[in-house]
């Protein structure tokens, strides 16, 4: 035994202005009553990340550094940090996160008293940094709730009912050098869950220790994992769960009947849709209405018609839709660089909309026939009947669009 009784594990790559914010909070924030380490996993990392390590390691802050030759990837060195930890029990932290450490002190104490629970799940808050405030946390719950050893059904059916995804943990080293292995396909959280759920029971408690920075005070509009992740890896989701219910099954803890497959699947489907929901809110924030459209389709064609993330851009998206089809086509047509608007009164507003969703700086809006070069020159009609009249004019007939061509496809 090592003696140590809680590592704290931060993959990282080249971020050093992070990954110094980090280690300043464990500095000046992580005073724990017993032993702890914090293990440092760089991919390779070609900015001063070793520098600034060194540094922390030079103030007595109880570093162990790992350096690759050359970058093997984020699945690989996010499970080297747990793999090289000696601690008893091994957390995650993420090099622009924030842990609370009496929080997580609580959950040393209560694995401590649990010995046979192989992982501590809570909540998490997503955290403004810049103004100090909590925005919100992943997931409520109202008390504690231990599940023994094999407990599939009941752990599957608490997930469903409160739309839990176990991402935050405190992990026994013991249980996890079996647990955490690659999964690729199947969302890795749901699928590690049911490896810990074999081995031990697993509990969740109600008060958050870990802090999801979404506003930091290092850098503005940062690109955060967790974010796309949402927006794209809701199939990953399910796959998730379905290997959570194999395991299940395959230990004898599910009863699987023709009814109860039918039955896991409609639940799997339906938590499945709700994080496309999710995502699809993200998408229309970020300004991309064919990706959000897209979703949609899945949505109502899964049997949610009217899902309260997708309401607040309902009425609007056939149009967001429409135009920025138009925007991606003049975009992406080579060589066009101009755009004219025919037959519309209001242009100026037209024109703000299809650059507000993307039209380039290098495609110039006309409303005069000939201003630019015809060979050039999309055009967009008011009219449907005016699209012969520039046709004959020598636009190409691809580019020459109406409303119809656009929304064709567009089905609410």
């Known amino acids: 035994m090592s003696g140590i009784k809680l590592s704290i ?47 922390f390691i030079a103030r007595r802050l109880p570093i162990r550094y790992f350096r690759r030759d050359e970058n093997a990837g ?56 810049v103004n100090k405030t909590d925005l919100g946390q992943f997931f409520n719950l109202e008390s504690d709730v ?66 999801s920075v979404s506003n930091t005070v290092i850098e503005r509009d940062r690109p955060q994992a967790g974010t ?23 230990r004898g803890a599910i009863h699987l009947t023709a009814e109860t497959r039918l039955q896991y699947e409609e639940k799997c489907k339906i938590f499945t849709l709700n994080r496309m929901a999710v995502a699809f809110r993200f998408w229309a924030m970020r300004k991309n209405f064919l990706k959000a459209y897209e979703l949609y389709v899945r949505i109502v064609w899964g049997g949610i018609i009217d899902h309260p993330e997708i309401r607040p851009f309902r009425d609007r998206l056939p149009l967001m839709v429409v135009i920025q089809t138009l925007v ?20 100026p507003a037209l024109e703000a909309l299809m650059r507000e969703l993307g039209l380039k700086p290098r495609v110039k809006v006309t409303t005069e026939i000939g201003a630019d070069p015809i060979e050039t020159t999309a055009v967009f009609v ?3 009947s005016d699209r012969d009249y520039f046709v004959s004019l020598g636009y190409l007939p691809g580019i020459v669009l109406h409303e119809h061509d656009l929304a064709r496809h567009v089905i609410m």
């Open 9 to 55: 594990c931060i993959p990282t790559y080249n971020r050093e202005p992070f990954l110094r914010h980090c280690l300043t909070y464990c500095e000046n924030d992580y005073k724990f009553d017993f032993p702890f380490e914090i293990v440092i996993c760089d991919n390779a990392s070609t900015d001063g990340t070793q520098q600034v390590v060194e540094e």
């Open 74 to 129: 984020g699945g690989p060195n996010f499970a080297s940090a747990f793999r090289l930890g000696k601690g008893e029990y091994l957390i995650y932290l993420a090099d622009d996160d924030i842990l609370i450490p009496d929080a997580v002190a609580e959950t040393v104490e209560y694995l401590d008293r649990n010995p046979d629970v192989t992982a501590v799940q809570a909540p998490w808050f997503l955290y403004d940094e």
């Open 146 to 211: 231990k599940f023994q050893r094999g407990g599939f059904t009941e752990v599957f059916q608490f997930i469903y009912e409160r739309h839990i995804f176990p991402e935050i943990a405190v992990y026994r080293a013991s249980a996890l050098r079996s647990a955490w292995v690659p999964r690729e396909f199947c969302f890795y959280p749901f699928s590690f869950l049911a490896h810990f759920l074999d081995q031990g029971a697993v509990s969740f408690l109600k008060r958050p220790f870990y802090r």
């Open 228 to 250: 796309d992740e949402v927006m794209t890896s809701w199939d990953r989701y399910r796959a998730g769960l379905e290997y959570f219910l194999f395991t299940g099954a395959k």
């Open 328 to 347: 991606g086509e003049v975009n992406g047509a080579i060589g066009v660089n101009a755009l004219l608007l025919a037959g519309f009164t209001e242009t």
């Open 382 to 384: 008011a009219d449907g």
